[in-house]
């Protein structure tokens, strides 16, 4: 299993360095342009949450057949809404439903952490 650690200001314009990293990991394990859409959608939608003055980490993690992606620390209040059933709008929940096969909170020493999960086949098989 691959890991890839990325730590970035919250900053708006350093968000892409990490879609840039996520790219890069996608086009290595050949996963198609769906997967990578929908795992940078996700992260982007996380990384706008909130404007702490805290830098934020992306853990990517590949294996064969699921990509899994931990975002975080956030302060327990920006992801309440990930507590709630998906409503009408379209909130944090309901997107990251859309996009991702698994969303899950996981509460650490240091905040609180956003685990994700896409499953995948490879592009290249895909074709056939």
Partial sequence: MDEITVTVP????????AGLVLGGVAARHELTLD??????????TLLEREDDAREVNVVLRIDSGSVQVSVGPFEPAALAELDEEPGE???LR?????VVDD???????????VDLRKGYA???QDER
């Fill in 122 to 124: 490879l592009a290249a």
């Fill in 35 to 44: 997967v990578l859409d929908d795992l940078q959608i996700a992260l982007e």
């Fill in 10 to 17: 919250r900053e708006r314009p350093f968000g892409a360095v």
């Fill in 103 to 113: 969303v899950s909170v996981d509460e650490r020493a240091d905040g609180c952490w």
């Fill in 89 to 91: 709008e379209l909130g």
């Fill in 94 to 98: 309901r997107l990251l439903d859309a």
